[in-house]
């Protein structure tokens, strides 16, 4: 494959990243500090405790998607380090589901709170979207670590 081939891809992941990284600079230091009812912010510290902590295996996994791609480009997409980032993008999504099913009894008690049942819905789509991340990421690990061993044995018998 030509080298740059997924320039595209490594430009959506930069894509992917940054509006994060400038919600998490900007959109969560000013939630906390300006709640649009001041009688039940102390509900919105936890969730805004578990959205920060969960940006940590977000870039961790985008830099691995980043080192796939890379990967891909160097023609070592069949070899074990890609099987090794598709794992680890695999427990950063578990990570993140994990995280935001925590946050969603906090999320509960602010709907309940403010009168907005739409908001437990909107809650439990970060923790559907990483499950379904996981979920393709095992699938994927599991038919490249099946692939290299078929090109093992392959190179065995020649």
């Known amino acids: 494959m030509k080298r740059g081939s997924t320039i595209f891809l490594k430009l959506a992941v930069f894509l992917i990243g ?16 300006n709640p649009v009812n001041p009688d039940y912010a102390h509900i919105l510290y936890p969730i ?12 961790i996994a985008l830099y691995q998607a980043f080192k796939l791609l890379s990967y891909i480009d160097k023609n070592q997409a069949f070899s074990e380090l890609s099987v090794r980032a598709l794992k680890n993008i695999k427990f950063c999504a578990i990570t993140i589901s994990s995280l935001y099913v925590v946050i969603l009894p906090f999320v509960f008690l602010a709907a309940d709170l403010d009168d907005a049942p739409g908001l437990v819905i909107v809650g439990m789509v970060p923790v559907f979207a990483s499950l379904v991340i996981a979920v393709f990421a095992a699938v994927l690990q599991k038919l490249l670590q099946e692939a290299i061993d078929i090109k093992s044995e392959n190179d065995l018998i020649v």
């Open 18 to 33: 940054s509006p994060v990284l400038a919600w998490g600079i900007f959109g969560l230091y000013w939630l906390p500090n």
């Open 48 to 59: 805004v405790i578990g959205m920060y902590v969960s940006v940590i295996p977000f870039f």
